[in-house]
């Protein structure tokens, strides 16, 4: 990377809970893929024990959201907090919860980081379908 003064950045705020939850299964997904494709380069610092630990930490944090979100639904119901505090919560169990969902899926892609040309053979339509599931039945 290079920087680059007319370079533009183009970012997209996602306006749904699904547009954020799709946001962060990809980047749970992608996560891992990028750690099996590197992962044979000496000094490369996350392994499969690392993401296993990061995993766990993850789900462990789950509860104290719930816990969280409660307590500021409480406290937003007798007028102490704002409804966006109130959200905010909720917003990082959905990214987390999500996130977990993207490694999961990740590691059963690439064979729990063993083969990386396993989620890459994956044929788009198929991989577009997983990570953009349609609304229609």
Known sequence: FAYTRQAIVYHHHRSTWQGLSRQYRQYGFGEILLDTLFAQHAGYPRSLKTQLRRLLGQTLALP?????GLLRGVRLARGR???YEAT???????AESSNIRGKIEGLFATHFMTNSQAALNIR?????QRMFPSRKA
């Open 64 to 68: 104290r959201y719930v816990v969280s």
């Open 81 to 83: 907090v704002n409804t």
């Open 88 to 94: 905010v919560p909720w917003l990082w169990f959905l």
């Open 124 to 128: 788009a339509d198929a991989f577009i």
